[in-house]
């Protein structure tokens, strides 16, 4: 039943990886429900901890959200639905339910490309996205968007004028605009397309959200389409997500002085595929979906939308000294022996490289990158230039 999956997801201070590894061992929701202490203690590779959180049998927030989606038209996608798409299926700690408002495509045979970038864009960066975006859903991919202001809502448009598959991915409940001034937007890819949450409705936008939902767009996607990212950005961790997903990074170019295009130039600069157009993306997946993809008619002459322009440049600020932040204490137990050998490892101050980290720790390089990825959206540990590290919390038994 619904509720069951529902009672596992939304389970307080249960992290996802557990979730999945009860759902393992014990095959469904509602047999993890009724299992006694001593069933759930004997899950592997569930501390007992984390385990012993699956005795709460409150099913009043389950019932609640069930009702929520009924009044606002939502429906809900588990991870054993056939619905479900298999390539967010095979992602580390993909979502156990989706909520979904709108028609959801068949995203295993589509060429989705997720366009990512920053909230704060430039002129440059908003005609980019609208156009590539144009010219990718022209040419027959789909368009997997944060819905975000900037970038996100941008390609949101420019894919919606050409007519494509828009996939909206949030990091709020389906019913809570963020930003309120993208609420049209939002209905106009439900009606066009699909909406797509982990976070039931009534969820408000919260700054973890963001990096956990970047991990559902880059699953969902063959490719990431970085148009403009600061050195510090939400859209590189989209990028590191995607490669560690073995997805494909593209990036718009821009000026070498611009601080907005930093992240794309050095991802190009580090080996992805440079894009000015949608089909230099494309192209490299003609092959694979051929009765999908072909290139776009030329389409008309580009008029971006109005956008005001700042009264000055942006400059890049002078770098400060970086402080150490204060330490929250997090208990080992709702973490993997991966994580609590690298947290071990790592400092307050001193960021430390992963090569130096996979040959203190003797963990392979990619369960390393898998468990810094997780420790980084939770804000247990934070990266530095260069793919250096640092510890942000205190380690409790």
């Known amino acids: 039943m619904l509720k069951y999956w529902v009672w596992l997801a939304e389970l307080p201070r249960l992290k996802g990886p557990f979730r999945l590894a009860l759902l393992r061992h014990f095959g469904s929701p509602e047999d993890i429900f009724f299992a006694d202490r001593e069933e759930l203690l004997l899950a592997e590779d569930v501390p007992p901890g984390q385990a012993e959180l699956a005795l709460n049998r409150d099913l009043s927030a389950a019932d609640r959200i069930l009702a929520d989606c009924q009044r606002l038209g939502q429906r809900i996608l588990t991870i054993q639905d056939a619905e ?14 989706l909520y979904v408002k709108g028609r959801m495509p068949a995203i295993d045979e589509e060429a989705a490309i997720a366009v990512v970038g920053t909230r704060e864009c430039t002129p440059y960066g908003v005609a980019s996205a609208e156009r590539l975006s144009q010219e990718l859903a022209a040419s027959g991919a789909a368009v997997v968007t944060g819905l975000a202001k900037g970038v996100d809502a941008a ?27 993208s609420r049209d937007l ?15 409705p ?3 936008p919260e700054k973890h959200h963001f990096p956990a939902r970047n991990r559902i767009m880059s699953g969902l996607s063959v490719a990431a389409l970085v148009v403009e990212a ?28 611009a601080p907005d295009s930093v992240g794309c130039n050095r991802l190009i600069r580090d080996g992805a595929g440079l894009a000015a157009e949608g ?5 490299d997946f003609q092959e694979r979906f051929p009765e999908k993809l072909r290139p776009a008619r030329k389409l008309p002459a580009w008029t971006p939308l109005p956008t005001r322009r700042r009264a000055e440049p942006r400059r890049k600020p002078a770098p400060e000294p970086e402080k150490a932040p204060a330490l ?12 609590i050998a690298l947290l071990g490892v790592l400092e307050p101050e001193g960021p430390v490289q992963v090569d130096d980290l996979i040959e ?18 939770d804000g247990c540990v934070r990266q530095h230039d260069g793919k250096r590290y640092t510890r942000t919390v205190a380690l409790t038994e």
């Open 328 to 339: 929250r204490a997090v208990s080992r137990e709702g973490l993997t022996d991966d994580q």
């Open 360 to 377: 203190s720790t003797g963990i392979p390089a990619r369960r390393v990158s898998s468990a810094l990825t997780m420790l980084e959206i």
């Open 84 to 97: 479900y798409p298999q390539r967010l299926r095979n992602i580390f700690d993909p979502p156990l339910v």
């Open 155 to 181: 390609a949101a448009r420019g894919a919606l004028r050409a007519g494509g598959t828009v996939v909206g991915v949030t990091g709020n409940g389906l019913d809570v605009y963020y930003p309120w001034e």
């Open 230 to 257: 600061p050195e510090r950005s939400g859209a590189l961790i989209t990028a590191r997500l995607a490669l560690e997903q073995g997805r494909e990074v593209y990036a718009v170019p821009g000026p070498i002085d």
């Open 186 to 200: 939002y209905d106009d890819v439900a009606a066009a397309g699909v909406l797509l949450s982990e976070y039931p």
């Open 279 to 283: 089909w230099d993306i494309l192209r």
């Open 202 to 204: 009534g969820s408000e």
